[in-house]
């Protein structure tokens, strides 16, 4: 069965750096896709970064790109999510989801490779708190 497991989560200062990991199970690297959203009490899930399966190609959304880096160890089986530069508007929990590659690619076509509907696994999250 496809499971996801976040871990890295924790308590980081401001303009701290902090990692993620997503390890992953239960199916094929190369026909799905990874990516990385985060939810803050009180708000929507929103996507921060997301990595193909096939060539590594990565997206990620205005706030994040400059800050964070998402990559893939595929001897692990896992996608990490490299935060620097961290602000207290980044806490949030943190959770990694897979999307089909065949529906992926429809949403990448539109436009909206970051689209929370289109990741049909996700994991538990993993709480990022930001402050001093």
């Known amino acids: 069965q496809v499971q996801l497991v976040e871990s890295g989560g924790g308590l980081v200062q401001p303009g701290g750096s902090l990692r993620l990991s997503c390890a992953a199970s239960g199916f094929s690297l190369h026909h799905y896709h990874v990516g990385w959203f985060r939810q803050a009490p009180g708000k929507e899930r929103d996507g921060v970064a997301c990595?193909?399966?096939?060539?590594?190609?990565?997206y990620y959304r205005g706030s994040a790109k400059g800050r964070f880096s998402i990559g893939r160890d595929n001897a692990k089986k896992s996608v990490y999510l490299q935060m620097n530069n961290l602000k207290p508007e980044d806490t949030a929990i943190y959770y990694c989801a897979a999307a089909h590659y065949a529906v992926w690619l429809l949403y990448k076509e539109a436009g909206a490779p970051l689209a929370t509907e289109q990741y049909d696994f996700w994991g538990q999250g993993t709480q990022v708190t930001v402050s001093s």
């Open positions: 990595i193909t399966g096939n060539d590594d190609t990565t």
